[in-house]
């Protein structure tokens, strides 16, 4: 078994111009290129040519219309980085069917909170069929109880379905393509409906004016195919595109971080994202001495993405000087900017020029709102952020201060996005839809930034949307799980995250009424070990007074607020002041 090579021969390279994905699917299957999976060691495990990925899911297609899936059904899909999961998605655009990939489980969290929020994301799809690892079966049909569903199978049993004589119903070009859970709470999950148009328009506009495809690219990846960067990024691009892609589980980089820069390396791959966190992953391999430098090559990357958090420029640079003896060249960083609700991409900064930063004072942006240029002479104060390029071309991005006014460059305000490459909505919640869209079709983003120079800088984000090594989490899941968990009373917690060097953390302030130490210190161990155990995070419990979470106007929680005086030290002197009450035989409330 030999990997499927960089370019095919005998087929034209054609950048994203199709109609549909299944049109794709149908032009990459006439070259020789494909996906490639590896073990966590580096050895090839799996391949795909587009070939036969295509001749596969025509099959699986022809099944799952035999079976008696309607058009337009939902199929609830576990999205491992598996041959079968690829080859059912593929199989839905030929059925007429919507896939809607979801995670697999952590090791990290409860088995118990992965089935109930499945559950949810099959009640928010109204999924009818689902489709998982047979290892993972038993997760879907326990989140499935009480629910109607057609079809509850292992890909295998999809694959053994009848289908012959089954007429094909591909999607066109106006008519949906996927669901992407993405962002939102787990809690109250949104499905956002991704047209066949919007993909095609990403990938094209990802191809042409995001990263210049040409022949002889080739990527590599180690992202979940369930998040919108692996699924488009690295799946859906590379086909579209007709190069081949190699791949890594998510698990088995979280193992061996080390076997990314190896598998780029080991086909010559020029393309290949990461969040922040993966960088920081690598370097610290090298520093620990866990890396024989010479091994490897890396002078073939010349698009190492970045996005999926917020970027954090000493880590990139750490990563740079740690890989530059084995030829990783800084100008090959892409700092981008994206979201699931577009597709996948926004923006991004010009191939080339590596990580462009803008150093503003601190103090100035606090009071005034503008991000000004900081004072040389005054270091401290400087806060250094990463621009993010342009909009892509076809698409706008636009800055706006809470009238709706837009902005003139440098002052931060709520960042808008509108193109063809943005979600149809959030699937049968058009209240949703309508709450995010204003009446020109402008997307409100939810984060905050800075026009520079017609680029883009992002800040921070408007929406209370917590991102951890990667993941996006919703902070009212963390709040009601520990309200729930420890009998609280509803309002009792605030989540948020705040910055530190090595990215971000999650804090959890909690209003406690018990007075003695013993209760207080088991308090905070119970309800840490409780989102530990329920959400894989690892959080920071601060307690505090009663009242002392502060509230908006109309009797909403205000996390921002509450991480404001975290960071100014009120809770700090809350605590000092409780503490010396108790020593004076006072209680707390």
């Given at each position: 078994?030999?990997?499927?090579?960089?370019?095919?021969?005998?087929?034209?390279?054609?950048?994203?111009?199709?109609?549909?994905?299944?049109?794709?699917?149908?032009?990459?299957?006439?070259?020789?290129?494909?996906?490639?999976?590896?073990?966590?060691?580096?050895?090839?495990?799996?391949?795909?040519?587009?070939?036969?990925?295509?001749?596969?899911?025509?099959?699986?297609?022809?099944?799952?219309?035999?079976?008696?899936?309607?058009?337009?059904?939902?199929?609830?899909?576990?999205?491992?980085?598996?041959?079968?999961?690829?080859?059912?998605?593929?199989?839905?655009?030929?059925?007429?069917?919507?896939?809607?990939?979801?995670?697999?489980?952590?090791?990290?969290?409860?088995?118990?909170?992965?089935?109930?929020?499945?559950?949810?994301?099959?009640?928010?799809?109204?999924?009818?069929?689902?489709i998982a690892p047979a290892d993972l079966l038993g997760y879907v049909r326990e989140a499935a109880a009480g629910r109607k569903m057609d079809l509850l199978l292992t890909p295998e049993e999809v694959f053994a379905l009848p289908g012959a004589g089954a007429s094909l119903r591909t999607w066109q070009p106006g008519e949906p393509c996927y669901l992407q859970f993405s962002s939102g709470s787990t809690r109250f999950p949104k499905g956002i409906e991704i047209s066949q148009r919007a993909l095609m328009a990403n990938c094209h506009a990802i191809s042409i004016d995001g990263l210049d495809f040409r022949v002889g690219d080739r990527a590599a990846s180690w992202l979940p195919l369930y998040h919108d960067m692996g699924l488009v990024g690295f799946m859906l691009t590379p086909l579209t595109n007709q190069f081949s892609c190699d791949y890594i589980t998510t698990r088995d980089f979280a193992r061996r971080p080390m076997m990314w820069?190896?598998?780029?390396?080991?086909?010559?791959?020029?393309?290949?994202?990461?969040?922040?966190?993966?960088?920081?992953?690598?370097?610290?391999?090298?520093?620990?001495?866990?890396?024989?430098?010479?091994?490897?090559?890396?002078?073939?990357?010349?698009?190492?993405?970045?996005?999926?958090?917020m970027i954090q420029p000493h880590i990139l640079q750490r990563f740079a000087e740690a890989f530059a003896p084995v030829g990783f060249d800084p100008r090959?960083?892409?700092?981008?900017?994206?979201?699931?609700?577009?597709?996948?991409?926004?923006?991004?900064?010009?191939?080339?020029?590596?990580?462009?930063?803008?150093?503003?004072?601190?103090?100035?942006?606090?009071?005034?709102?503008?991000?000004?240029?900081?004072?040389?002479?005054?270091?401290?104060?400087?806060?250094?952020?990463?621009?993010?390029?342009?909009?892509?071309?076809?698409?706008?991005?636009?800055v706006r201060g809470e009238d709706g006014a837009v902005l003139p460059e440098r002052a931060i305000g709520r960042i808008f996005f509108r193109g063809p490459s943005l979600m149809t909505g959030y699937f049968r919640q058009p209240e949703e839809t309508a709450r995010v869209f204003d009446a020109q079709g402008w997307l409100e983003t939810?984060?905050?930034?800075?026009?520079?120079?017609?680029?883009?800088?992002?800040?921070?984000?408007?929406?209370?949307?917590?991102?951890?090594?990667?993941?996006?989490?919703?902070?009212?899941?963390?709040?009601?799980?520990v309200e729930e968990g420890l009998a609280l009373r509803r309002g009792d917690t605030a989540a948020f995250s705040t910055e530190t060097d090595d990215g971000e953390q999650v804090v959890m302030l909690l209003q406690c009424r018990a007075t003695q130490p013993a209760d207080r210190e088991n308090l905070e161990r119970e309800a840490a070990s409780?989102?530990?155990?329920?959400?894989?995070?690892?959080?920071?419990?601060?307690?505090?007074?009663?009242?002392?979470?502060?509230?908006?106007?109309?009797?909403?929680?205000?996390?921002?607020?509450?991480?404001?005086?975290?960071?100014?030290?009120?809770?700090?002197?809350?605590?000092?002041?409780?503490?010396?009450?108790?020593?004076?035989?006072?209680?707390?409330?």
């Amino acid at each position: 078994m030999t990997p499927t090579p960089t370019t095919s021969r005998n087929l034209d390279h054609r950048r994203s111009d199709f109609a549909s994905l299944a049109e794709a699917l149908d032009y990459a299957a006439g070259g020789a290129t494909g996906f490639n999976l590896y073990t966590a060691r580096g050895d090839l495990a799996a391949v795909l040519p587009y070939r036969e990925l295509r001749e596969r899911a025509i099959a699986a297609a022809q099944g799952l219309i035999r079976a008696g899936l309607p058009r337009g059904a939902r199929v609830l899909m576990i999205a491992d980085t598996t041959v079968e999961f690829i080859v059912v998605f593929a199989a839905c655009q030929y059925a007429g069917l919507l896939p809607a990939p979801v995670a697999v489980p952590t090791s990290l969290g409860g088995r118990d909170a992965y089935i109930a929020t499945l559950a949810r994301q099959m009640e928010s799809s109204d999924a009818t069929a689902a489709i998982a690892p047979a290892d993972l079966l038993g997760y879907v049909r326990e989140a499935a109880a009480g629910r109607k569903m057609d079809l509850l199978l292992t890909p295998e049993e999809v694959f053994a379905l009848p289908g012959a004589g089954a007429s094909l119903r591909t999607w066109q070009p106006g008519e949906p393509c996927y669901l992407q859970f993405s962002s939102g709470s787990t809690r109250f999950p949104k499905g956002i409906e991704i047209s066949q148009r919007a993909l095609m328009a990403n990938c094209h506009a990802i191809s042409i004016d995001g990263l210049d495809f040409r022949v002889g690219d080739r990527a590599a990846s180690w992202l979940p195919l369930y998040h919108d960067m692996g699924l488009v990024g690295f799946m859906l691009t590379p086909l579209t595109n007709q190069f081949s892609c190699d791949y890594i589980t998510t698990r088995d980089f979280a193992r061996r971080p080390m076997m990314w820069p190896t598998l780029i390396a080991m086909n010559g791959a020029t393309f290949s994202y990461s969040p922040t966190f993966g960088y920081d992953l690598c370097s610290r391999r090298v520093s620990e001495g866990k890396l024989t430098l010479p091994s490897i090559d890396l002078r073939t990357w010349r698009g190492a993405g970045i996005g999926g958090d917020m970027i954090q420029p000493h880590i990139l640079q750490r990563f740079a000087e740690a890989f530059a003896p084995v030829g990783f060249d800084p100008r090959a960083f892409v700092p981008s900017y994206g979201m699931a609700e577009t597709t996948l991409a926004m923006s991004f900064s010009a191939l080339g020029k590596g990580v462009q930063t803008d150093a503003v004072s601190r103090s100035r942006m606090s009071t005034e709102g503008r991000a000004v240029p900081a004072d040389p002479a005054d270091p401290e104060d400087a806060r250094s952020f990463v621009r993010c390029g342009r909009a892509l071309e076809g698409h706008g991005l636009e800055v706006r201060g809470e009238d709706g006014a837009v902005l003139p460059e440098r002052a931060i305000g709520r960042i808008f996005f509108r193109g063809p490459s943005l979600m149809t909505g959030y699937f049968r919640q058009p209240e949703e839809t309508a709450r995010v869209f204003d009446a020109q079709g402008w997307l409100e983003t939810g984060d905050l930034g800075y026009m520079l120079d017609g680029t883009i800088v992002i800040t921070g984000r408007s929406k209370d949307l917590i991102i951890v090594a990667g993941r996006n989490i919703w902070p009212q899941d963390l709040e009601w799980t520990v309200e729930e968990g420890l009998a609280l009373r509803r309002g009792d917690t605030a989540a948020f995250s705040t910055e530190t060097d090595d990215g971000e953390q999650v804090v959890m302030l909690l209003q406690c009424r018990a007075t003695q130490p013993a209760d207080r210190e088991n308090l905070e161990r119970e309800a840490a070990s409780l989102l530990q155990r329920a959400h894989g995070v690892d959080c920071r419990v601060v307690l505090i007074p009663p009242h002392g979470i502060p509230q908006t106007s109309s009797g909403k929680i205000s996390r921002a607020k509450a991480k404001a005086n975290l960071l100014a030290g009120l809770y700090a002197a809350d605590a000092a002041t409780a503490a010396s009450s108790r020593a004076a035989g006072g209680a707390t409330g």
